[in-house]
């Protein structure tokens, strides 16, 4: 049995946060005006833990060679900025979660690829008062470096093997495994299609949030 972690860290979009429904409206919108037919929710939640970067491919059918391609990102990103939080929460259960680890005193945070203007104004509209916010601008590598995670565990003042990760994507367990903590796939996030999440070596796959209190 694993001795109950002193700290669990969080992905934010796709596993703590379920940030995909701003998107959708958004995505359609910038479609409609280039005369692109609507697209389903679940091909839009499938990329939202894959950036900026994917999210303008899938919306303008683009490719990133494509030569107008960062002004397109530009305005996805900014009529992201101006609806975000509409539609995200936290996942189901994770209120129950995040509350039971502060009664125990078990320290947790968020670690992120997302851009800190972005994820300090989606935690604003929520709002989450999240202990610690790691984000890409607070490092030189970002995820699947460990870089992120090894800054938080010394921020919390916690050793990394005391530390558990998780998150919905391969890059969240290779930068968990990197650093030497417990990582734990969170099977309800943005698992695309092709995804196999039983090879991603995680220590864990749960299904609901709540699995992490049995676990811890």
Not at 78 to 85: D, F, H, K, T
Not at 138 to 145: A, C, E, G, L, S
Not at 172 to 194: K, L, Q, R, S, V
């Amino acid at each position: 049995m694993t001795p109950q972690p002193k700290a669990i860290l969080f992905d934010l979009d796709g596993t703590l946060i379920d940030s995909a429904p701003d998107f959708f409206d958004v995505i359609n919108e910038l479609r409609a005006e280039a005369a692109l037919p609507t697209l389903p929710h679940h091909l839009i939640r499938a990329q939202v833990s894959n950036g900026g970067m994917a999210l303008t491919q899938l919306t303008w059918e683009i490719d990133t060679d494509h030569p107008e391609f960062m002004a397109y990102r530009h305005t996805l990103l900014e009529r992201y900025l101006a609806n975000i939080g509409s539609a995200s929460g936290l996942f189901d259960g994770f209120a129950d979660v995040l509350a039971e680890l502060e009664q125990r005193h078990i320290a947790w945070g968020i670690v992120t690829n997302k851009p800190r203007r972005y994820t300090d104004a989606l935690l604003a509209r929520l709002p989450l008062h999240a202990p610690l916010v790691i984000c890409p601008e607070d490092v030189q590598h970002p995820k699947p470096h460990p870089e992120p995670l090894l800054l938080a565990a010394k921020q919390l003042n916690v050793d990394v093997r005391d530390c558990w990760y998780v998150g919905d994507h391969v890059r969240d367990i290779n930068a968990g495994n990197a650093a030497n903590m417990i990582t734990i796939a969170a099977a309800f996030g943005y698992i695309e299609p092709h995804d196999d999440i039983e090879q991603w070596q995680a220590d864990w796959i749960i299904q609901h949030p709540r699995e992490l209190l049995v676990s811890s």
